[in-house]
């Protein structure tokens, strides 16, 4: 590995390795630095991808790294642990040094964030081991794959009854639980009642499986419901604690009144608050999909080329003026 690049890409699924991949056919010197622990990784496969539907998460992310390492993108699995702002080399003011979790130290012109989101789940027993499987939390991702089955919306944010009516287009055997009736107002109510959707209102005990499979949730009087998929919304939290050093911290998330999780803000380009640092994917967008993810890598990369391209130009023309 190179101790210098054009660009550091931290993370590597969908995101940084689109960004990767226009700024290597750009003929740009990329890294991308991925500790293995992609959001989807729970997931069978990854849907609405055209011309990839259904592909498993960890094929599309191997078909990625082959197809950047064809345009010289060096790819490396490791954690950063530190970054941070440096002194340019005179021609480009802009620098940065990252760290990593070997020890290893890399230096950059500029940086693209794409290291993604944690998903915060609801406290309830046996919910995080079935999570990705068993327990979904998005209709366009899961929903074919539950369609006509007892679906179970676990609510337990205003929002959930938003989510109860998405899982009702594809099922017409859905229970909401409502695990506090402040939750849901009389007009919800009666909208839930209107498409059919059972209520069972109180506090949920546990998610119940057998083997591997899901099949119930119990309730906290003890009553088991026999369910074939649960749906449950998480807090996306943005991974971001390594940009400390830049000063970058992410920014609440609020959908419908609630909390989502959190994210970096950026302008169109994915162009951050810092200058040469760019992000893309579910670090800036907790609800984009796997091919939103990826559109917004390619825009980032190649805002960066660009940006490149003008800071190349004015080295250039400070040679000129200074007869070098």
């Given at each position: 590995?190179s101790?210098h690049?054009?660009?550091?890409?931290?993370?590597?699924?969908?995101?940084?390795?689109?960004?990767?991949?226009?700024?290597?056919?750009?003929?740009?010197?990329?890294?991308v630095?991925?500790?293995?622990?992609?959001?989807?990784?729970?997931?069978a496969?990854?849907?609405?991808?055209?011309?990839?539907?259904?592909?498993?998460?960890?094929?599309?992310?191997?078909?990625?790294?082959?197809?950047?390492?064809?345009?010289g993108?060096?790819?490396?699995?490791?954690?950063?642990?530190a970054?941070?702002a440096?002194?340019?080399?005179?021609?480009?003011?802009?620098?940065?040094?990252?760290?990593?979790?070997?020890?290893?130290?890399?230096?950059?012109?500029?940086l693209?964030?794409?290291?993604?989101?944690v998903?915060?789940?609801?406290?309830?027993?046996?919910?995080?081991?079935?999570?990705?499987?068993?327990?979904?939390h998005?209709?366009?991702?899961?929903?074919?794959?539950?369609?006509?089955?007892?679906?179970?919306?676990?609510?337990?944010t205003?929002?959930?009854?938003?989510?109860?009516l998405?899982?009702?287009?594809?099922?017409?055997?859905?229970?909401?639980?409502?695990?506090?009736?402040?939750?849901?107002?009389?007009t919800?109510?009666a909208?839930?009642?209107?498409?059919?959707i059972?209520?069972?209102?109180?506090?949920?005990a546990?998610?119940?499986s057998?083997?591997?499979?899901?099949?119930?949730?119990e309730?906290?009087?003890g009553?088991?419901?026999?369910?074939?998929?649960?749906?449950?919304?998480?807090?996306?939290?943005a991974?971001?604690?390594v940009?400390?050093?830049?000063?970058?911290?992410?920014?609440?998330?609020?959908?419908?009144?609630?909390?989502?999780?959190?994210?970096?803000?950026?302008?169109?380009?994915?162009?951050t608050?810092?200058?040469?640092?760019?992000a893309?994917?579910?670090?800036?967008?907790?609800?984009?999909?796997?091919?939103?993810?990826?559109?917004?890598?390619?825009q980032?990369?190649?805002?960066?080329?660009?940006?490149?391209?003008?800071?190349?130009?004015?080295?250039?023309?400070?040679?000129?003026?200074?007869?070098?």
């Amino acid at each position: 590995m190179s101790d210098h690049f054009d660009v550091i890409v931290i993370g590597g699924s969908a995101a940084g390795l689109s960004a990767a991949l226009i700024l290597g056919r750009s003929r740009r010197s990329v890294l991308v630095v991925d500790a293995g622990e992609p959001r989807n990784a729970p997931a069978a496969g990854a849907h609405n991808y055209l011309g990839r539907e259904g592909v498993a998460p960890a094929e599309l992310t191997r078909i990625g790294r082959q197809e950047v390492a064809a345009y010289g993108v060096q790819v490396t699995a490791g954690r950063i642990v530190a970054t941070s702002a440096t002194d340019g080399d005179g021609t480009d003011p802009v620098a940065f040094s990252v760290t990593l979790d070997s020890g290893a130290v890399v230096t950059a012109r500029r940086l693209v964030v794409a290291s993604g989101a944690v998903d915060v789940l609801p406290e309830v027993p046996g919910l995080a081991e079935q999570w990705g499987r068993g327990v979904v939390h998005c209709p366009f991702c899961h929903g074919w794959e539950i369609r006509d089955q007892r679906i179970g919306i676990l609510v337990t944010t205003p929002n959930g009854v938003h989510h109860a009516l998405m899982f009702r287009a594809l099922s017409d055997r859905v229970t909401a639980f409502v695990t506090d009736p402040a939750l849901v107002d009389d007009t919800a109510m009666a909208g839930l009642t209107a498409r059919g959707i059972g209520v069972i209102t109180g506090p949920v005990a546990r998610v119940v499986s057998s083997g591997d499979v899901l099949t119930g949730v119990e309730t906290g009087s003890g009553e088991v419901v026999p369910l074939d998929a649960l749906a449950a919304a998480s807090t996306a939290e943005a991974r971001v604690d390594v940009l400390a050093g830049l000063g970058l911290v992410a920014e609440d998330v609020v959908v419908g009144g609630s909390r989502f999780g959190s994210a970096l803000v950026v302008d169109a380009a994915g162009q951050t608050g810092v200058r040469g640092v760019y992000a893309a994917g579910n670090v800036t967008a907790p609800m984009a999909t796997v091919i939103a993810s990826a559109a917004a890598g390619t825009q980032a990369g190649a805002a960066v080329h660009g940006d490149l391209v003008q800071a190349d130009l004015a080295a250039a023309l400070a040679g000129v003026a200074a007869g070098v």
